[in-house]
């Protein structure tokens, strides 16, 4: 990919933009259906999942990005992976149903039981060892069998993906690892051979 979108409606927008920088991705701010027109991915950044839940409603992007996911790939990081659950334990968030799974919403605790945990990911044939950093993160309750767990923490799913769509509890946008976000990018549709 080479321009990729950030919702920047709320949460750590700013810091996967850096992340994609980095990679040599241009970073398309998110706010309106028509910046989706500009991407070849999303990335739903950490935040609150339910005012980012008010705002997306607010700005018309729940059709629209239903629409740009069955196309084209999307990650989300802790409130972006709630909002890409199948289901969610808080019915003031309205989820965008994109990788079967129920998720916990700040299942860890508060902001003050944040903590940082290594983690062994594969993603792609390669594995690697990596900080997650988790902050109020969700838990991931339950999957469904299409999802494939990319990183855990004592068993517990901690990074998933389901066809072209990603998802983790964790931030990875806040470390210096930049393997899961040059995984993302590589991501594409299936597409089924007739």
Not at 87 to 108: E, H, K, S
């Amino acid at each position: 990919m080479k321009r990729v979108g950030v919702l920047g409606l709320q949460g750590a927008y700013a810091k996967h933009a850096a992340v994609l920088r980095r990679l040599e991705i241009q970073p398309v701010d998110v706010r309106r259906p028509s910046d989706l027109e500009k991407c070849e991915g999303l990335i739903i950044p950490g935040g609150e999942s339910t005012t980012m839940t008010k705002l997306i409603q607010e700005n018309d992007l729940y059709e629209n990005l239903g629409e740009f996911a069955r196309e084209k790939p999307l990650f989300g990081t802790c409130a972006g992976m709630i909002l890409m659950a199948t289901q969610v334990d808080d019915d003031r968030v309205r989820t965008l149903d994109l990788i079967d799974m129920t998720v916990d919403r700040n299942a860890y605790g508060r902001q003050v039981d944040s903590f940082v945990d290594e983690l062994e990911v594969t993603a792609d044939g390669e594995t690697f060892a990596m900080r997650g950093v988790f902050i109020r993160a969700p838990r991931i309750a339950a999957l469904g069998e299409g999802v494939e767990v990319l990183a855990s923490i004592d068993d517990e799913p901690v990074l998933v993906r389901q066809g072209h769509h990603m998802a983790a509890a964790f931030h990875p946008e806040l470390t210096n690892e930049t393997r899961i976000h040059r995984y993302f990018s590589t991501l594409k549709r299936e597409m089924s051979v007739a």
